[in-house]
């Protein structure tokens, strides 16, 4: 089982909508949990870290049931601007540095 | 901000030369890391390092080595390009702890022909 899993997508969304993306990782002690962004030809960015209570910035809910080994993204209101690439991040255990990157979904907004 | 810089956005070198990628990042943070990111794989780990001369293998070690002999500055080395080893390289750092965020560098597009 790999250790973060995505669906690559494509996720083709016109302006507006709600789009929610999801991963599972395998490793149930696993301490931190991030969404990352990537925009084409660019560098990963942090969007938003995911604390177990859930937590919202603006368009952006993130969510962690940690029963279940399972982080969602949900963006509302989709924008012409949220067209790129989502990873989602998970570091492993409290002593480790490496954070494990899942492969990404890419979400595609059109007008 | 933080800032991670790269020495060369783009590069193209022959097999069987020695290619060196340089990092520097300007926030005084611990743990410096080498990824390399290709299509469908996504980003692979290759070294990382939590301290001055010290480094740690990550997933796909083979064919790279690293240097870190300040703390602001982490290199990778590939000893002898190979043309597998043609990727977008990715350096990034972090402070450490908990949350434990990894700022990026802009890449470098290596090319080895």
């Known amino acids: 089982r790999k250790e973060v899993e995505q669906d690559p997508g494509p996720f083709n969304v016109p302006e507006g909508a709600t789009v929610a993306f999801n991963c599972t990782y395998s490793?149930?002690?696993?301490?931190?949990f991030f969404w990352y962004r990537q925009d084409c030809r660019k560098e990963p960015k942090l969007l938003m870290s995911?604390?177990?209570s859930g937590n919202e910035d603006g368009r952006f809910t993130a969510q962690l049931n940690r029963a279940s080994q399972y982080i969602s993204l949900l963006i509302r209101d989709s924008k012409l601007s949220d067209s790129a690439t989502y990873l989602c991040?998970?570091?492993?255990?409290?002593?480790?540095?490496?954070?494990?990157f899942g492969k990404g979904t890419t979400l595609s907004v059109s007008s | 901000d933080v800032k991670v810089t790269q020495s060369s956005r783009y590069l193209v070198k022959r097999t069987g030369e020695k290619v060196f990628l340089e990092c520097v990042q300007d926030?005084?943070?611990?743990?410096m890391f080498w990824y390399r990111q290709d299509p469908g794989l996504g980003l692979r780990l290759i070294y990382f390092s939590y301290d001055v001369k010290m480094k740690e293998k990550g997933d796909i070690p083979e064919g790279y080595s690293v240097s870190r002999e300040k703390k602001e500055r982490f290199s990778l080395i590939l000893e002898s390009a190979s043309t597998n080893q043609t990727s977008m390289y990715l350096c990034?750092?972090?402070?450490?702890?908990?949350?434990?965020?990894?700022?990026f560098g802009p890449g470098t597009r290596l090319t080895v022909l």
């Open positions: 990034a750092s972090s402070l450490g702890g908990v949350t434990d965020t990894q700022y």
């Open positions: 490793n149930s002690a696993s301490q931190s």
């Open positions: 926030m005084d943070h611990e743990n």
């Open positions: 995911v604390y177990s």
């Open positions: 991040v998970v570091r492993p255990n409290q002593a480790g540095t490496a954070l494990i």
